[in-house]
């Protein structure tokens, strides 16, 4: 007898109307970065055209934000590379009192609203004087960007057993040789999976860079900034493109690294 697994209509109905919901306001923004008129969104557009792009490559004033959002993600991924691994392999190899409230205020700046944040870091760089600048965007943004490093390494380092490092140490190998030769290979696609997650968080982010910023100005806050001129509306969505591209692909290398995490040497032990 033959079963049938199909989903009932209903459910896949419901999928598809959240599918839209989640989905339509992204396509709008591409579709009305080819439209004609400058100034409001008709629908449908009135004609469709690739002019905005040759437009958006040729405004001067966006090529500074995009290389800041650049450059304040890259460095804020490698802070979050060295910090985050070291506070998961403390937490996951170390025994000591006080040890999962620790990872609780690990995992602290990602859980709280971005406002909060963004406000307790203008209070602490203003009490240090700590002109704000490029170092304090960097700094704000590492604040997250370290929380996504450190869940992507304690949950690898969790699925490897403590054997292979001690039976590094039998052989002979130093606690240099034994990152490079046993843990680096295990942990590095959890580590690149993490700083992808991260440099896409922080290309994008407005909040805290609100808060943390002096007069530079990160692509997204240029783009905050354009909405509320009407005049040539289709470059800023060009420039959403770029964003949605900019973050969308390492979250999708992301997604394929982990997905087969579960497949670490000593995880099935």
Known sequence: MHSDNRAPKSLTLAAIGGLLFLHLPIMLIFLYAFTTEERTYQFPPPGLT????????NRADI??????????????????LILGTLCAAAMSRARFFGRNQLSLLIILPIALPGVITGMSLRSAFSLMDIPFSTLTIILGHATFCIVIVFNNAVARFRRLSGSITEASADLGANSFQTFRHILLPNLGSALLAGAMLAFALSFDEV????????QQSTLPIWMLQELVRPRQRPVTNVVAIVVFATTFIPILIAYYLTRGGSETAGGGK
């Open 50 to 57: 690739l002019k905005w792009f040759a437009v958006a490559w």
């Open 63 to 80: 090529w500074p934000p995009l290389y800041l959002s650049l450059m304040v993600a890259a460095i804020s991924t490698v802070l979050a």
């Open 207 to 214: 909040i805290v860079t609100t808060f943390t910023a002096g």
